[in-house]
């Protein structure tokens, strides 16, 4: 897989991992005051993809550099 190949499926999970974390936050607000043990799993799955992003977006920024060095 190339450099650019590469970018390009990071900037697709990014995209992806982005919004379900924004959706699993979304459903959140949703969930009534008594669903404690929801709320708090809706929570670890968001913070996980957030997480993970994060990762992604490390990789995205050494590969750029990498092909600024091209």
């Known amino acids: ?3 650019r190949e590469e970018l390009q499926e ?3 999970d ?3 991992l ?3 974390a924004a959706e699993l936050r979304g459903q959140v607000g949703d969930i009534g ?3 404690a043990v ?3 799993t809706l929570i670890n799955m968001a913070d996980e993809r957030e997480a993970r992003a994060a ?3 490390a990789r995205r920024e050494e ?3 990498r092909l600024g060095e091209e």
Do not use: G, V
């Open 1 to 3: 897989m190339s450099t």
């Open 10 to 12: 990071i900037d697709e």
């Open 14 to 16: 990014l995209t992806r």
């Open 18 to 20: 982005r919004a379900e």
């Open 33 to 35: 005051p008594t669903d």
């Open 38 to 40: 929801e709320r708090s």
């Open 55 to 57: 990762e992604l977006e």
């Open 63 to 65: 590969l750029l550099k």
